[in-house]
């Protein structure tokens, strides 16, 4: 790849792929680089730290989000430490992320979401999205052959950071998965099949998000939602936290614990000492 400034960029694309990052992964490191390059427009050997700290300020003035600027930063300092060798971050701040909770459904709001597609497969997205807590890149990506449906489990081959782990799957999926599988016109590898092989994960957030508005629910749902969701509740019913860890494929206890602050039953349970004078 080279950027409009004539610098080539396939040696960062050759170490990324060396290290295992995913294709999506090495599209982003190579647009951001490509998109800084861009704006210094000066030949990389002269680029230095007053330039970045530029840059990170012409992205907050195009008001992106303080994530996506981190993002684009740690594609940056990638290149130029490890490919170029060029030591130009020591005083570079990245941009406080917002702590955000994580968007969480009520078990009715599930059902409602579960009730409005109409077609079977898109329903069956919703169903495991919910019922396992897949990352909606693996649910798309989930082969018929990965999952155990007596025993009730599936693998997730190759999920973030290039690991396999095990997951649930619930008896109404597995009891839809067949019928699906049974009556589908097309034979597929993938559960999720399409022309191409799988459907992308844009169209299952077009899924999930045309079935919200179906449902009537009013709150912003997208796919990570019912992943925040499956994580609550079994949390809510007791489940122990490093299982629930486990089954998400979450590398630091941390990640899985902002759980802990939304799960809004556990909070009902808490008596005001103002009831107790």
């Known amino acids: ?17 060396i290290r295992g990052y995913s294709d999506a992964t090495i599209k982003s490191y190579l647009r951001h680089n490509n998109d800084f390059l861009s704006y210094v427009n000066k030949p990389v050997k002269g680029v230095n730290e007053q330039d970045v700290k530029k840059y990170i300020a012409h992205l907050m003035s195009k008001k992106h989000k303080p994530a996506s600027i981190n993002l684009a930063l740690s594609s940056i300092k990638f290149y130029f430490t490890n490919i170029l060798k060029k030591n130009i971050f020591t005083e570079v701040k ?11 459904l009520t078990k009715l709001e599930i059902r409602q979401l ?6 079977t497969k898109h329903r069956l997205l919703i169903e495991l999205l919910y019922s396992s807590g897949l990352r909606v890149s693996e649910a798309v990506k989930l ?8 025993e009730k489990m599936g693998i997730v081959r190759s999920g973030k950071g290039k690991k396999d782990r095990n997951i649930i799957l619930s008896n109404g999926f597995i009891g839809n998965l067949k019928n699906y599988l049974k009556n589908r016109k097309h034979d597929s590898d993938y559960i999720f099949n399409s022309y191409k092989g799988h459907i992308t994960t844009r169209m299952a957030q ?10 009537g629910i009013k709150k912003r749902i997208f796919c990570h939602a019912l992943r925040s969701s499956f994580a609550t509740h079994l949390l809510e019913t007791g489940t122990d936290i ?13 990640t899985t614990q902002r759980y802990t602050k939304v799960s809004t039953e556990q909070l009902k349970k808490v008596q005001s000492p103002m009831d107790n004078l």
Do not use: F, W, Y
């Open 94 to 104: 990245a941009p406080k992320i917002e702590k955000k909770l994580p968007t969480v």
């Open 206 to 215: 077009k899924i999930v998000n045309e079935a919200a508005v179906e449902s």
């Open 114 to 119: 579960l009730d409005a597609p109409k077609n």
């Open 143 to 150: 082969k018929v052959n990965d999952l155990d449906l007596h």
């Open 242 to 254: 490093r299982i629930i860890q486990e089954l998400l494929g979450h590398s630091d206890i941390s």
């Open 1 to 17: 790849m080279r950027t409009k400034g004539g610098v080539v960029l396939d040696n960062l694309k050759t170490e990324l792929k």
